[in-house]
């Protein structure tokens, strides 16, 4: 043998070697290798690889850091969209989950037996997405806003717990695994006090600290977190049959090297369902990292395809969060805060205090009344309790523990935050500052008319915004549209380059669809799912300008409340002079697609491959806005499959069950 090929053997044993003491120890939680004996090994690789650079495997563990730090992260599209689930938030809801799924299923199938689900943790982490072609790691990607993320393939490589090469026989041309990365909770409050001693600011909870090392421009940061990952699903796969069920295809999953829930189960019916939650609701204090609950799926991908999707989440699942954690603090003071619609919320600010992992330092307290009802004095002890992603809240005072110093809350008669009149209309909970001029109020209001599901301004956040208001800019929204060059490098720490790039945002956001601008426009009660109701029913601007009570009240779904806060935002003089004046200054309302707003109910559609002249989420937003269904996976109830380039395994699985394949130009004139 040549002396090559046996430093190439060598460093081949050394590599696999390695990679399958890192396995036993990250995944498998079973060591056997000793720390000792793994540093000598590596070493030994680092300085074969030195000498003999062109035998370097791209899969070495010595190169899961990369050397050269990013200046920015691109974006990826996501082939499947990475949905979000509906939280089930006690044992009723939980048993109201399984009565929907066996319902639908009763509906479309005629049975209504009992459902086989699967059990495992929900992580709270950060759900990310890796690609492997090939059996190699190519590409891992945040979830974003679920259909676009952020490429930190780097960052996820010096993650021990993934993969750089599949565990797998069999040849495996794409796969995406799907999963979350978390922050070890017992190394996370010794990583904080670390933070502070050196002047920076402490993560709030182990999710924020994991977010924030995966968002790391230099993968050396991030390799030194004690970060790692669970898998609990698979995105697109080409070439390859995947198991019918959840629970095999999680199996095979963990065959191919990676870690999943520990408490990955199979159970029948809601009982079943209803047994492993209070067990995994037991086991998660000692667990090394945190879970907010369970996520119960159904077991069967057939069944899974059958339920299909809401509009964000699948019918298929949902998460069961554990019951709140209660804590007690320090009420320190009560402090007003003051909203885009003028509202006066008063906020309570507490001596910082862990609540279930997490740091709670602020909490709403609604409105005056219940500042009352609770009987809250300033400097009393009161209960916070926290549930899952919910908003940390203040259950109660407990009034045994004062000690006389404690002080009544008074609630002001005029605005903290420029003394205007404050009304509070009979019958009315919210008490609200009448002046039209409050910089609080416009501050927040421009806050959201730029934020992304609105006018997506990019560079007009709250910090920009505040800076801009501080500098006498801008009055109104309108007031964005004058803004110059000049006056933006003007303001401290905006450079030529941030101000115009600003400049070109705010031009970029002058073309807006009409669901979009109504719900920019802040309107009370009109959330993006109302505004996208009246758009549909409106479809142009003017059309939504003259829109009467009587009107908004037969859009299925517009309530009166919504009807009379839409009446009272179109009848201000003050608002319609303002939508005029963005009018006057190019703001190009654009109307909602002049078709029929139902057109794909009961449709569903797979998409596959990359189109050429749509994003994946704006094909999806088509189908979606004309009422049809988007699927991940093709059975034989999906009505379409819309395939791009490069298509993959799904266009094979749509002509295996005879199910009609659009192109993309089909696609668009269905959707008319
Ligand atoms: S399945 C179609 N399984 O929870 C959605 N998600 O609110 C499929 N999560 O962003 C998701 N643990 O990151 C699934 N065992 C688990 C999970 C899990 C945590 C996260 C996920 C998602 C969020 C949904």
Redesign the pocket.
């Known amino acids: 043998m040549g002396e090559v090929a046996s430093f190439k053997q060598r460093i081949d044993l050394l590599v696999d070697e390695l990679t399958e003491a890192s396995y036993r120890y990250y995944v498998l939680s079973t060591p056997t290798l000793s720390d000792a004996e793994y540093d000598r090994k590596y070493r030994e690789l680092e300085k074969l690889e030195a000498e003999h650079p062109d035998l370097v495997r791209p899969d070495s563990p010595t190169k899961r850091v990369g050397s050269t730090p990013l200046s920015a992260f691109t974006t990826v599209t996501h082939r499947v969209?990475?949905?979000?689930?509906?939280?089930a938030m006690n044992e009723v809801e939980i048993g109201e989950f399984d009565d929907q799924v066996r319902r639908f299923l009763e509906k479309e199938h005629g049975r209504r037996d009992e459902v086989e689900y699967t059990i495992?943790?929900?992580?709270?982490?950060?759900?990310i997405t890796l690609a492997y072609r090939n059996g190699e790691f190519v590409q891992g990607a945040t979830?974003g806003d679920?259909y676009e993320g952020e490429d930190v393939t780097l960052n996820l490589r010096t993650i021990k717990a993934i993969p750089l090469k599949l565990r797998s026989a069999q040849a495996i041309p794409y796969i995406e695994v799907?999963?979350?990365v978390l922050f070890l909770s017992a190394p996370f409050e010794a990583f904080n006090e670390e933070r502070v001693a050196s002047g920076e600011e402490p993560f709030a909870n182990p999710r924020n600290a994991a977010s924030g090392s995966l968002r790391q421009l230099d993968p050396a940061i991030t390799a030194k977190r004690p970060l790692t990952f669970?898998a609990?699903?698979i995105g697109d796969v080409e070439g390859l049959t995947i198991p019918e069920s959840h629970y095999e295809c999680m199996k095979f999953v963990a065959s191919l090297g990676f870690p999943i829930?520990p408490s990955l189960r199979k159970v029948s019916g809601v009982s079943g369902v209803l047994a492993a939650y209070r067990d995994a609701g037991v086991a998660r204090m000692s667990l090394p990292f945190e879970?907010d609950g369970?996520?119960v799926?159904v077991n069967s991908l057939p069944l899974q395809a059958l339920l299909g999707?809401r509009q964000r989440?699948?019918r298929w699942?949902v998460?069961c969060k554990f019951p709140p954690v209660e804590e007690n603090t320090m009420l320190l003071d009560i402090v007003i805060q003051v909203g885009r619609t003028g509202a006066l919320t008063p906020v309570a600010v507490l001596e910082p205090v862990r609540v279930g992992g997490v740091v709670v330092a602020r909490a709403t307290l609604h409105n005056e009344d219940e500042v009352r009802r609770k009987g809250l004095k300033i400097g009393d002890r009161v209960i916070v309790r926290r549930q899952g992603d919910v908003i940390p809240a203040v259950v109660a005072n407990i009034p045994g523990l004062r000690d006389g110093t404690e002080r009544e809350f008074i609630f002001p008669q005029c605005c903290p935050e420029c003394e205007g009149p404050v009304a509070r209309p009979e019958g009315e909970k919210v008490a609200r500052c009448t002046n039209p001029r409050c910089p609080s109020k416009i501050s927040q209001r421009l806050i959201h008319y730029s934020c992304r599901d609105a006018a997506d301004i990019e560079g007009l956040g709250e910090k920009m915004v505040e800076l801009l208001i501080e500098h006498r800019l801008v009055a109104d929204i309108s007031a964005i549209f004058e803004l110059t060059q000049a006056q933006l490098e003007a303001l401290p720490r905006m450079g030529e380059t941030s101000s115009k790039n600003l400049i070109a945002a705010i031009e970029k956001s002058k073309k807006i669809a009409l669901n979009k601008f109504i719900f920019a426009l802040g309107i009370r009660h009109v959330g993006e799912r109302t505004a996208l109701l009246l758009a549909r029913h409106a479809k142009t601007l003017d059309k939504f300008l003259s829109l009467t009570e009587a009107e908004l009240l037969q859009i299925h779904e517009v309530g009166e409340e919504t009807a009379k806060a839409v009446e009272a935002y179109l009848g201000n003089d003050a608002e319609r002079a303002m939508i005029a004046r963005l009018r006057q200054q190019g703001v190009n309302v654009l109307p909602l697609e002049d078709v029929q707003a139902s057109t794909l109910t009961g449709k569903t559609f797979v998409l596959t491959g990359t189109f050429a002249t749509l994003s994946r989420k704006e094909a999806e937003a088509k189908v979606l806005a004309l009422s049809g269904k988007v699927s991940?996976s093709v059975s034989k109830n999906t009505s379409y499959v819309v395939a791009g380039a490069d298509p993959g395994s799904k266009l094979d699985k749509a002509k295996e069950l005879g199910v009609t394949v659009l192109s993309e130009e089909e696609f668009l004139k269905i959707c008319g």
């Open positions: 969209p990475m949905l979000s689930l509906n939280n495992e943790h929900k992580f709270d982490g950060v759900a979830r679920g799907r999963g979350e669970f609990y699903g829930s879970v369970v996520v799926k999707f989440s699948p699942a998460a991940g």
